[in-house]
């Protein structure tokens, strides 16, 4: 026997697709944000920025499988893991690229 009655479980249906709706028109903003700081990071090698994109990144990661989108959530974790291991070898060209690689596919991928 379920708790909600027919009703409710439709009410709250309804409820949780307005709040993937809203979600998914946020996330063009959010990989806007997440383009801007790497471009930012990658063109002044800025360490503050780095910090800030993988917070960034790292909410989006969670908050996209919470939400039905798990392409994306899959992908911000994947960078999410490169921009952490760039973080400790600044300096390294492959794991730039790999990060680099990532956040361009996160970029394009469709919800």
Do not use: C
């Amino acid at each position: 026997m379920s708790v909600l009655d027919e009703q409710q479980r439709a009410d709250l249906q309804s409820k949780l697709a307005a709040l993937r709706e809203s979600y998914a028109q946020s996330i063009p903003a959010k990989r806007a944000d997440i383009a801007q700081k790497w471009t930012h990071f990658y063109e002044n090698n800025d360490q503050q920025k780095l910090s800030e994109l993988i917070d960034v990144v790292h909410k989006l990661a969670g908050t996209a499988k919470t939400y039905g989108f798990a392409e994306i959530g899959v992908l911000a974790s994947d960078l999410e893991d490169a921009l952490l291991l760039l973080q400790e070898d600044i300096g390294n060209s492959d794991l730039f690229r790999q990060a680099d690689k990532v956040a361009r596919k996160l970029n394009t991928t469709t919800t």
